[in-house]
Each structure stands twice: as structure tokens, then as C-alpha cells.
């Protein structure tokens, strides 16, 4: 029976990696199951060790998939505040988008209000020409794309170190092979 359990949980775990995408805290989600796992399967082997691990890669998506949008801006030649304003519009043109082809407007609407807000910010705040803020725009946007692309990579890395620790050893049937 642990063993369906096991995989039911691990498919869970899965679905929140998939979060990621549309850029859900799916990392998150899994922090949450996996504490709750822990506490309802206290010897599942998930030590301290684990748990550092576990929350320090949730928090390094995080970091990794804003600080990627932001180095992509400040290549491409944005400003400052043109750089806020393109992660606040990834944080809009996600909840926008979240309700179109399932969930998967998300993530095309955070990469294109991550260049939105760039540009607007660009040509309306800062009154920069428009060849000048489409550039800064675009690497905001490919900045986005890159960090949830490693923030998803990230989440499968969590996915694994889970399966890795929770999977439950098959009783061995007696017979040796080769």
C-alpha cells in the first residue's frame, strides 16, 4: 500500500512542478506537501539535512527566476525603474493570463508583461526612443523566459530529491540474479 501512496504523492509533487510553467509557486506547494508527508510519515528519512536543502532550492527559483528577468533587462540596456516595471508586469500579465487555454495564458501573458511593463516604461517614463526600449524589452522578456525555464528545472531537481528519500524499498523476493 506505501508504495501506491508513494506514487500517488510523487504525481502530486509532479503537478506542482508543472505549476511552474504557468507560473504558479509550484516550488512552494511542494515545501507544503512535503512538511505534511513529513508529518504524517515521520520516519520517511527526511531529516534537517533534507529540509535546508528542500526550502533553499524553493528559494533560489525565486531568485533565479527574478534575477534572471532582471539581468536580461539591464543587458539589453534597461533602466532601473524600467526594470521594475517589467517584473511587475510579468507579475500582471501572469494573473491576466492565468485564465486563458487553461492556465497556459500565464505564462506567454508574464512574458509579455515582463516587456510591457519594460517598454512602456521606456518610452512613456523615460522618453527613450523606440528602438532603445524595444531592445531593453526584449531582454527583459528573454531574461523571464530563461528564469522560468531554470525555475522549472529547479522544481524537477525537488521533485527528485524527494522521490530519492521517500520511495519505499520493494521487499526483496529471496532470489539472486546475476
Known amino acids: 500500500m506505501s508504495f501506491f501512496i508513494t506514487a500517488f504523492f510523487l504525481v502530486v509533487l509532479a503537478v506542482c512542478v508543472l505549476l511552474n510553467l504557468v507560473t504558479l509557486p509550484g516550488n512552494w506547494a511542494m515545501v507544503a506537501l512535503v512538511i505534511v508527508w513529513e508529518l504524517f510519515y515521520p520516519g520517511s528519512a527526511l531529516g534537517m539535512t533534507f529540509f535546508v536543502l528542500f526550502i533553499g532550492l524553493a528559494l533560489l527559483g525565486e531568485l ?13 540596456g534597461s533602466s532601473k ?25 500565464a505564462i506567454f501573458g508574464a512574458l509579455f508583461g515582463a516587456w510591457g511593463g519594460c517598454y512602456l516604461a521606456e518610452r512613456l517614463i523615460l522618453k ?28 524537477m531537481a525537488m521533485l527528485w530529491l524527494t522521490a530519492s528519500n521517500i520511495w519505499p524499498e520493494l521487499p526483496s523476493s529471496g532470489v539472486t540474479t546475476l
Do not use: D, H, N
Request: net charge positive; aromatic share 14%.
Open 128 to 155: 527613450q526612443p523606440s528602438e532603445l526600449a524595444f531592445r531593453a524589452a526584449q531582454g527583459a522578456m528573454v531574461g523571464k523566459f530563461f528564469g522560468m525555464v531554470i525555475k522549472f528545472g529547479i522544481g
Open 81 to 105: 525603474t524600467s526594470t521594475v516595471a517589467g517584473v511587475i508586469g510579468a507579475i500582471a500579465g501572469a494573473i491576466a493570463g492565468a485564465p486563458f487555454m487553461f492556465g497556459v495564458g
Open 64 to 76: 533565479v527566476e527574478f534575477g534572471a528577468q532582471i539581468y536580461g533587462s539591464k543587458k539589453y
